[in-house]
T-cell receptor, first 110, second 116 residues
Framework: RKEVEQDPGPFNVPEGATVAFNCTYS??????FFWYRQDCRKEPKLLMS???SGNEDGRFTAQLNRASQYISLLIRDSKLSDSATYLC???????????FGSGTRLLVRP | DAGVIQSPRHEVTEMGQEVTLRCKPI?????LFWYRQTMMRGLELLIY????????DSGMPEDRFSAKMPNASFSTLKIQPSEPRDSAVYFC??????????????FGPGTRLLVL
């Protein structure tokens, strides 16, 4: 079983739609959680950290459920520029080792 | 400000040849990471350094792979001899440790390696 699992998609949505991605992790010792974004043929970039209380950054909302070992990302009012692959990332213990999911691909159409 | 710099951006080589990938981290960052990304396996951490010292190399696939960080501004990842299954995008990333624990890693543009 992979340590971090994501639905690969693609999610194909119209502009303005709301879309949600889910991610599950297997190691209950996981301590830090992130969403990274990767555009086609580019490097990954941090989108947002995920906190236990949930957090919001503009149109993006991240949630963490430690009991279910589940992380989510909600994107409201999708833009064409949101088209990318979204990578769920966790760390274990206090390690700096990032463990990446395989990513969920989002396509936003006009 | 310059981000993480990697060279070369593209490399095509023949099986059996030595390949050296280079990375210059963001100035002042004390952690450096090497990753490999393939369609089959996704993004995998190969090795990481703290203050130029290797901390965890458990992701290095085998003895054909080696990494060094002779100073705070330069690191290399070497594959010798290279094999077709090494074809991938290799990313270097750096971060600065803060009081909050795991800090943001900044990735370089990657080196696309093709081994024929």
């Amino acid at each position: 079983r992979k340590e971090v699992e994501q639905d690969p998609g693609p999610f194909n949505v119209p502009e303005g739609a709301t879309v949600a991605f889910n991610c599950t992790y297997s190691n209950s010792a996981s301590q830090s959680f992130f969403w990274y974004r990767q555009d086609c043929r580019k490097e990954p970039k941090l989108l947002m950290s995920v906190y236990s209380s949930g957090n919001e950054d503009g149109r993006f909302t991240a949630q963490l459920n430690r009991a279910s070992q589940y992380i989510s990302l909600l994107i409201r009012d999708s833009k064409l520029s949101d088209s990318a692959t979204y990578l769920c990332v966790v760390t274990v213990d206090s390690s700096y080792k990032l463990i990446f999911g395989s990513g969920t691909r989002l396509l936003v159409r006009p | 400000d310059a981000g993480v710099i990697q060279s070369p951006r593209h490399e095509v080589t023949e099986m059996g040849q030595e390949v050296t990938l280079r990375c210059k981290p963001i100035s002042g960052h004390d952690y450096l990471f090497w990753y490999r990304q393939t369609m089959m396996r996704g993004l995998e951490l190969l090795i990481y350094f703290n203050n130029n010292v290797p901390i965890d190399d458990s992701g290095m696939p085998e003895d054909r792979f080696s990494a060094k960080m002779p100073n705070a501004s330069f690191s290399t990842l070497k594959i010798q001899p290279s094999e077709p299954r090494d074809s991938a995008v290799y990313f270097c990333a750096s971060s600065l440790r803060g009081s909050g624990g795991t800090e943001t890693q900044y990735f370089g543009p990657g080196t696309r390696l093709l081994v024929l």
